[in-house]
């Protein structure tokens, strides 16, 4: 900036640089977004209060930012974003000869030339339609275009005669505007919206050139120039604002007014001199959660935190309650020899909350035999490449990769009625097929298994009866957010 202000003419130093004006130009078009981020986060939180404000953003924002710029542009002669980075508005004075030369402009002799500059009443007027009108304007436009003109496209390439929207000869009042508004938007905004960018470029492009005293062709209309804030303009808003406190203090002993804190007239310039802190700490917050989400060191003062924490096992409800510690040791002291005892049933299957059917899922992993390998629920092997799904469970890569996805063999086997290894072959209703005596537990007509297949179970499809389990964990039945994005790697 200061070498493009040193490469400009030596007289004039306090004309603004383009990149500083830019730079004013982006944060100010930053600062609607932004605000319209924070209140649609709270809204998730209270809709009940906040969805009606949501709907009228652009209203209130303009009517906020028309109170906040004019409160700015009558104390220091620039708009909010503006004095962030110490610049001003000023009027261009023209002589009989032309514009009043700069070196008379900034000359400290001239004090009166300096107090003609200010804005009065119907500039800070003109100015605030360009700061707050016109860009509402403009984004109401821009709405009504990227929601009614693809539209319309859409409409022209369905009709068979590719024939546009007709008005009606009977159609209301408000047809007929709308339908104005519409013709508009296709025919005459984009146009317009065109010109107005390629005019703010031919005057960026003078304003960089010294060629132009305007860099807007806004400013041009109102006939306003950006000026840099000198000392003597510092100086001025100092003793203005001291001037502003010696008169509110006697006025505060007249009777009938009050100059407590919580006064509306104290409170309400309080709150808008305020705003000046307010930016330069939003920007430090903004840069502050920037660098730690960025940085390393979140993660480590995390890591740190958790180091000495030992999270407990899941608790699966669908797996039935284990026996006490007396009731296992007496079982084991008792019966050492004999005949194992029969396994436990299996649990009933989760239902799915959206098809009401019952989910395919395997049992919990038994406890390993040794500490060095532990076996997969799904395919009952070694774990091969440790994945995790968020639910605790791990399972082999390919194994719960596939299975998420559906094309795991087991839930093909599953589907189709063949049986798997090591599983027990469910019916319709949760019954167990029998392999010894070739019926299915559950039916209400016990038929004899006449067409067996080679793993001895009788084959069925059950589509349309069960869900194959694809884009849940294959224990708990439960969805996995965002599918197999949702596996983490588990590195031993």
């Known amino acids: 900036m200061e070498f493009m202000s040193a490469l400009q003419s030596g007289v004039d130093e306090l ?28 809204t998730y939180r209270s809709p009940r209060y906040l969805l009606r404000i949501l709907n009228r953003f652009d209203e209130l924002n303009a009517l906020l930012f028309l109170l906040l710029e004019h409160y700015y542009l009558s104390t220091y002669s620039s708009s909010f974003t503006e004095h962030f980075y110490s610049l001003k508005r000023t009027r261009v004075l023209r002589t009989k000869g032309g514009e009043i030369p700069r070196a008379q402009l900034n000359s400290s002799t001239s004090s009166f030339v300096g107090e003609a500059l200010r804005l009065r009443r119907r500039d800070i007027w003109r100015n605030l339609a360009v700061l707050v009108a016109i860009p509402y304007i403009k984004r109401k436009l821009d709405d009504g275009f990227d929601v009614h003109v693809p539209q319309a496209a859409a409409g022209a390439m369905l009709l068979d005669n590719r024939q546009e929207e007709v008005l009606e000869d009977d159609a209301t009042i408000k047809q007929r505007i709308f339908y104005i508004y519409k013709w508009f938007l296709r025919k005459v905004y984009p146009g317009l919206n065109a010109t107005y960018y390629l005019t703010t470029l031919a ?23 950006m000026r840099r804030m000198s000392a003597a303009d510092h100086r001025a808003i100092d003793q203005a604002a001291m001037k502003a406190q010696t008169t509110a203090s006697s006025q505060g002993q007249r009777p009938g007014l009050s100059n407590s804190m919580l ?40 890591r740190k935190a958790t180091e000495g924490l030992i999270l407990p096992p899941p608790i699966i409800r669908a797996i039935p309650k284990t026996t006490t510690t007396k009731q296992a040791s007496s079982a084991d002291s008792t ?29 919990p992993p038994q406890p390993a035999i040794n500490d060095k390998e532990s076996i997969c629920p799904i395919c009952t092997n070694p774990i091969v490449t440790a994945t995790a799904s968020p639910y605790g469970y791990v399972y082999c890569y390919t194994c719960i990769h596939r299975w998420v996805n559906g094309t795991h063999e087991r839930q093909a086997a599953f589907m189709e009625g063949r049986a798997w290894p090591d599983d027990e072959d469910l019916d319709d209703d949760g019954g167990v097929i029998d392999e010894d005596e070739g019926y299915v537990e559950g039916d209400n007509e016990k038929e004899p298994d006449q067409d067996r297949g080679r793993e001895g179970k009788k084959k069925h499809t059950r589509d349309g009866s ?11 039945g439960r969805k996995i957010l965002g599918g197999t994005e949702g596996l983490r790697r588990v590195v031993v």
């Not at 130009?25 to 605000?35: G, Y």
């Not at 050492?336 to 989910?359: F, M, V």
């Not at 194959?468 to 224990?475: F, K, L, P």
Request: glycine share 2%; aromatic share 10%.
């Open 335 to 363: 019966s050492e020899k004999e005949t194992p005892a029969e396994p436990k049933p299996r649990a009933p299957p989760p239902i799915s909350a959206s098809t009401h059917l019952p989910i395919l899922t395997v049992p």
């Open 263 to 302: 006064s509306p007239r104290v409170l309400a310039g309080t709150m808008l001199s305020s705003t000046r802190f307010l930016l330069p700490a939003s920007i430090f917050a903004l840069k502050f959660l920037e660098w730690w989400h960025a940085s390393d060191f979140a993660r480590q003062l995390s």
């Open 466 to 476: 069960w869900e194959n389990g694809s884009g849940r964990c294959a224990i708990t």
């Open 15 to 42: 004309k603004p640089s383009l990149f500083e004006l830019n730079a004013e130009t982006q944060l100010s078009s930053l600062l609607a977004p932004t605000l319209r981020y924070l209140l649609t986060l709270l």
């Open 203 to 225: 005057f960026n492009l003078a304003y960089l050139f010294d060629k132009s005293k305007f860099h807007s062709p806004l400013l041009w209309l109102v006939n306003t120039r």
